[in-house]
């Protein structure tokens, strides 16, 4: 939607493509924080000329026509309805562009929406506090090994002194420690609304997807979903005396969402098979562990590319679940069974070989 057009000593500039008009950005004057801005037509070519010289005119109309002629035109109920995705470009370092993205994100965006749960839609205005946590963070202060859930509140108003319902623990608390967080600074909250996010200090209790709502009631927001690995490595802490750092350091990263880890069935956690969507996951994780739990750790890459979920795991015996000989018997760490294949066709004989089983690729935090 907002495209940067050069970005010299004699002119920066950005063009709008809903109004179809260049801001052209002056210098910063020495001793002022902000610069001046004047915004002209494109169809309007003699005065865009005249502004900012035949050179950046001509670099500018070539790379209009080209965003007009590559790109949708821009709808903004499409926008609001997820079925378009506006692209602003710019520069926070710089300072380039960001007004205007932040003006058109005040434009595009809504007011909170309802969101769906079990009993139903969920009203941003209508319903008292309910949240959803979305994201866990572990050592954001390593001094302090800290670890920070994430919620999106979803209706009502919060505050700080309030009780409320962990629906997936089925225990009535307070939230500990509330604060909104922007970059390296942190703001403690006494009160907060529909559409906000806020962080809380998490024991470790929380997990992606959890639910927060009010004492005298239980329901549960749909949850976010769990897209499947395509790589997989057995994971072992080189020095054995070192265990419970790593196995609090896997589990911990794997309930940001970061990896996913899964179990020998019907064993423990001697076996470690973490799964990755992308092999560079694989080095975040290495480097994470030697940093922050102080574990080296060795990976040994196993052949399996495909997971799949048991969609029907009440009607199944897992046990007498027959596969291909290449097919390996997993389970996360919900205790939900899973399968892992080396490719497609070991799939499709799966299935052949035990009616009524249903394998999804998909899974729900």
């Known amino acids: 939607m907002n495209w940067p057009i050069g970005s010299g000593k004699e002119f920066k500039g950005v063009y709008d493509r809903e109004t179809k008009t260049v801001i052209s950005y002056s210098d910063t004057e020495k001793g002022t924080k902000e610069g001046t801005a004047t915004e002209v037509s494109v169809e309007d070519e003699g005065t865009l000329r005249a502004l900012i010289g035949d050179s950046a005119a001509d670099k500018l109309l070539e790379e209009v026509e080209l965003l007009d002629g590559a790109s949708a035109e821009f709808d903004l109920e499409a926008v609001q309805a997820g079925d378009l995705t506006p692209v602003c470009f710019g520069s926070a370092l710089t300072n380039f562009g960001v007004e205007i993205f932040l003006k058109h994100f005040l434009k595009m965006t809504t007011t909170p929406l309802p969101r769906k749960a079990d009993i139903g839609l969920i009203a ?34 919060f505050d700080a002194n309030m009780e409320v319902r962990h629906v997936q623990g089925n225990k009535v608390m307070r939230l500990s420690q509330p604060q909104q967080i922007m970059a390296d600074e942190r703001k403690i909250l006494t009160e907060a609304y529909a559409g906000d996010i806020i962080g809380v200090f998490d024991p470790g209790i929380f997990s992606i997807g959890d639910t927060i709502c009010m004492p005298k009631e239980k329901f549960m927001y749909e949850g976010i979903p769990t897209f499947a690995p395509e790589h997989f490595a057995r994971v072992r802490q080189i020095d054995t005396m070192k265990r419970k750092q790593f196995v609090k350091g896997i589990e911990q990263i794997a309930q940001e969402g970061a990896i996913q880890i899964f179990q ?18 694989f080095d975040v994780l290495k480097y994470r562990l030697e940093n922050e739990y102080n574990v080296e750790i060795r990976l040994e890459n196993l052949p399996y590319e495909h997971i799949r979920w048991i969609e029907n795991k009440e009607e199944v015996d897992i046990e007498k679940l027959t596969g291909t000989s290449d097919m390996k018997k997993v389970k996360d760490m919900k205790g939900n069974p899973l399968l892992l294949f080396v490719n497609s066709w070991s799939i499709g004989m799966t299935l052949d070989r035990n009616k009524g089983l249903v394998l999804t690729e998909f899974s729900r935090n």
């Open 124 to 157: 941003p205005a209508e319903n008292e506090f309910s949240a959803f946590v979305f994201k866990i963070q572990a050592n954001m202060n390593k001094a302090h090994r800290d670890r920070i859930a994430f919620m999106r509140i979803c209706s009502g108003k």
């Open 264 to 281: 020998e069935f019907n064993t423990g956690l001697e076996e470690i098979i973490v799964g990755v969507v992308g092999v560079l996951q």
